[in-house]
């Protein structure tokens, strides 16, 4: 059923998680959320015109220097997305960063707007994203979720070497009615958090598309866990050379074997462009 027909009837290389014990945590990780001023407005399922990052990252040896940033919690290189079901990112063909791919409608009177743009965090270049008490599908916002995307110019390492990472600080729904959640958020197609090349080299976070799993409490809360970062909340992921690089915690052992294929998944990906 589509978005339309729904609306007439009632007014969505890696498993590389740290996760801590979930409680009652409330995570800092947002990163100078007053840095990035642009707007997109108030919309279900829009995107950004291509947005430049001020520098050029060599993501799988692909080079971009602009992207574009779309509503629904992701950012993607090749073209914008308006889907708000979140796909698999193991099998999509899309070029993605996905912080919290689900159904964000900022149309409702108690939800902020996505803001973007150019700064510079610690002397470096960035291109960041906020997602900052954002509302859900259909127009609803009583509960709202809180997530920033920060990608870093490490050009300093090597040409073309950056870092990004996903940000948070609450979530409290999973998906909009559109994608099987209820009035409250909850239930349904949740979301998904996770990268893709548009080819072999993916990552799911642990808890992806779990109903519950996000949530502030839940099992894998992400503002409870962490990857490279001693923050809750904040998950950085290192690029070098074109690669996502394998992370300096070692996830926990359910994670383990998921981190092997994705290392597989991202070599193999490396052979075949040599």
């Known amino acids: 059923m589509t978005k339309a027909l729904m609306g007439s009837v009632s007014a969505a290389a890696l498993a590389l998680v740290l996760a801590t014990p979930a409680g009652d945590v409330q995570a800092a990780a947002i990163r100078d959320a007053a840095l990035f001023t642009n707007v997109l407005a108030a919309n279900d399922d829009g995107s ?15 080079s971009f220097s602009q992207l574009f940033v779309n509503n629904n919690g992701n950012v993607t290189f090749d073209a914008p997305l308006s889907t708000y079901t979140p796909f698999s990112l193991s099998t ?5 960063l996905a912080p919290f791919f689900a159904d964000v409608d900022t149309r409702g009177s108690g939800s902020d707007v996505v803001r973007f743009g150019q700064a510079t965090i610690g002397g470096r270049s960035v291109f960041g994203v906020n997602w900052i008490d954002v509302g859900y599908y259909s127009q609803y916002y009583g509960n709202l979720n809180s997530f920033q995307l920060i990608i ?9 070497d950056f870092d990004f990472e996903f940000n948070y600080d609450q979530i ?15 239930g349904g ?31 894998n809360a992400l503002i409870s866990g962490s990857l490279n970062s001693n923050v809750a909340g904040r998950y950085i ?35 075949r462009r040599a």
């Open 48 to 62: 950004t015109a291509a947005q430049g990052l001020g520098f050029t990252i060599n993501f799988f040896g692909q």
């Open 92 to 96: 999509t063909s899309r070029e993605i």
């Open 152 to 160: 870093t110019d490490r050009s300093d390492i090597a040409a073309g």
């Open 172 to 186: 409290q729904w999973e998906a909009g009615t559109a994608s099987g959640g209820n009035a409250n958020g909850l």
């Open 189 to 219: 197609s949740s979301a998904r958090v996770g990268w893709s090349n548009g080819g072999a080299a993916t990552f799911e976070l642990a808890g992806s598309a779990i109903n519950g799993a996000f949530l502030d409490g839940g099992p």
């Open 237 to 271: 992921f290192n690029v070098r050379n074109g690669t996502v690089e394998p992370p300096t915690q070692v996830p926990e052992p359910v994670s383990l074997a998921l981190v092997v294929t994705a290392l597989l998944a991202a070599g193999s990906a490396a052979r």
